[in-house]
């Protein structure tokens, strides 16, 4: 006796789109799950870290008010010997303060852009967004002699449109995989092991240079020699993303 299956053409294009919309689902969860902000594929996102196994990591640093502990968390990094990390420099903040931020640039540090005005750049229109981030460029590139290539915006804050006008300014938004939370100044060896613990490999470092952050400059020794412990070596920001980079590229052209 023959047996015959007779397939529905409609049901079999429903369980069909079932299929890759379940896939697509995987597909964004994994990459949320990385920290990579990604709106489409053809679209600017977010870097909060890089993905290498290779024991690099990048301190950065928040400025936007106050000189003391610029000043002392530049003396930390010079007395422990690391040459690179990356400086998110408010414009006004770095208007006011030419020799502070002369000494950064002359220390090798790079230097990012922290914006203009400290808002949240999300709640502005379009040309707002332009105009801040414009405003700021400009002044950090009469006073570093650089224009800057990096923003990290004012409380971290971004959505699409902010990484679309970023982008169209040659600009790449940089956040953070790990937070020291060093502006509660919750004490030395909470920030120390909350940056020890959290970090890896094409890690994004979060910490704060403005006076806010009272104990920044105490913890720093201690977090470079226990992360320097663990075989890490300290990078800019640039130099985790050309790194990279410079990876795919390898992969690309073995393949």
Known sequence: MNIFYVINGRKLKHAAFLIVAVLFSISVIYVEKNHISVFSYEEPSAIYSVVTDEKMIALTFDISWGEQTVVQVLDALKQKGVEKA???????????HPEITERIV????????????????????????????????????EVTGKTPTLVRLPNGDYDKRVLQVANRLGLTVIQW????????????????????????????VLMHASDTAEQTHLALPKII??????????????????????QSNEVRDHR
């Open 106 to 141: 002359q220390e090798g540090f790079e230097i990012g852009s922290h914006g203009h005005k400290y808002d949240n750049y999300s709640t502005f229109e379009d040309e707002e967004i332009r105009k801040q981030l414009m405003i700021a460029n400009q002044i950090l590139s």
């Open 225 to 246: 020699d226990k992360l320097r412990a663990k075989g890490y070596t300290f990078v800019t920001v640039s130099e985790l993303i050309n790194h990279t980079r410079i």
């Open 86 to 96: 990356t400086f998110f420099l408010s414009a006004p903040w770095s208007k006011q």
């Open 177 to 204: 995989d790990t937070d020291s939370l060093d502006y509660k100044n919750p004490g030395v060896d909470n920030i120390v092991n909350r940056v020890v613990k959290n970090a890896h490999p094409g890690d994004i």
